[in-house]
C-alpha cells in the first residue's frame, strides 16, 4: 500500500514569494491533515479535512495561508505571501474511521520550506 | 484546551538500560498515539492507546496508558542504538484534532 506522497520535498524561496505544497493521501483515507513543524516542536495542525470539507481551520492564517481538497482526494497548501516565520516542514497526513486503526494517523515525508 | 507535555525533553541513556517517558495530558482525551521520527524523516505510527489500562508492546517499546491520571508512560527496555529517535506522544479525542506534545528526543550510547 502506497504511503501519503507529497512534494516538493524541499523548497527555498524569498519571503513574499508565493508557494504551494501538494499531497495525495492513502487510498481509501478520507480524513486529511496539514501540520507544521518547527524545529525541536511537535507537529501543530493547520486544517483538517472530512472528504472536500474542512472540518478544522481555526489554526490556519487565514491572511496568507489557504488550503483546497477538491474532490476529497488530493490537497494543496498554499502560503502567499511567504514570510520568514513560515520556514518549516509542512506534513501532510491522512487517516481512516474504523475500529482498526483508531484513526490512527499516517503521516508523509513533509516538505521543508526555507523562506530567505 | 488541550495541553501535552512530555517529560523529559531530552534523555542519553547506555545501551542495555531501561528507561521510561512520560506524558501527561491536561484534559480528556480518549485516545494516546505514540509516534516516532528520526531525523530529517516523517513521523511513524507506534502505538495508540484508547482505554485506561491499555497496555501495548513491540519490541522493546511498551507504552501505557492512565485515563484517570491523565498520563501515558513508553517503557524502553534493554535500549539498543537503533532506538535513538526523537519520540512524540498525542492525545486527542475521536473525531476531533490530536494536540502533540514537544516530544522527547532518545539519545542511545554504546
Known amino acids: 500500500e502506497a504511503g501519503v506522497v507529497q512534494s516538493p520535498r524541499y523548497k527555498i524561496i524569498e519571503k513574499k514569494q508565493p508557494v504551494a505544497f501538494w499531497c495525495n493521501p492513502i487510498?481509501?483515507?478520507?480524513?486529511l491533515y496539514w501540520y507544521r513543524q518547527n524545529l525541536g516542536q511537535g507537529p501543530e495542525l493547520l486544517i483538517r479535512y472530512e472528504n472536500e470539507e474542512a472540518v478544522d481551520d481555526s489554526q490556519l492564517p487565514k491572511d496568507r495561508f489557504s488550503a483546497e481538497r477538491l474532490k476529497g482526494v488530493d490537497s494543496t497548501l498554499k502560503i502567499q505571501p511567504a514570510e520568514l516565520g513560515d520556514s518549516a516542514v509542512y506534513l501532510c497526513?491522512?487517516?481512516?474511521?474504523?475500529?482498526?486503526?483508531?484513526?490512527?494517523?499516517?503521516f508523509g515525508p513533509g516538505t521543508r520550506l526555507l523562506v530567505l | 484546551e488541550l495541553k501535552v507535555e512530555q517529560n523529559p525533553l531530552f534523555l542519553s541513556m547506555q545501551e542495555g538500560k531501561n528507561y521510561t517517558i512520560y506524558c501527561n495530558y491536561s484534559t480528556t482525551s480518549d485516545r494516546l498515539y505514540w509516534y516516532r521520527q528520526d531525523p530529517g524523516k516523517s513521523l511513524e505510527s507506534l502505538f495508540v492507546l484508547l482505554s485506561n489500562g491499555a497496555v501495548k508492546q513491540e519490541g522493546r517499546l511498551m507504552a501505557s496508558l492512565d485515563t484517570k491520571a491523565r498520563l501515558s508512560t513508553l517503557h524502553i527496555t534493554a535500549a539498543v542504538h537503533d532506538l535513538s529517535a526523537t519520540y512524540f506522544c498525542a492525545a486527542g479525542t475521536s473525531g476531533s484534532r490530536l494536540t502533540f506534545g514537544e516530544g522527547t528526543q532518545l539519545t542511545v550510547n554504546p
Open positions: 497526513a491522512s487517516s481512516s474511521e474504523g475500529q482498526t486503526h483508531a484513526e490512527t494517523q499516517y
Open positions: 487510498s481509501g483515507h478520507n480524513t
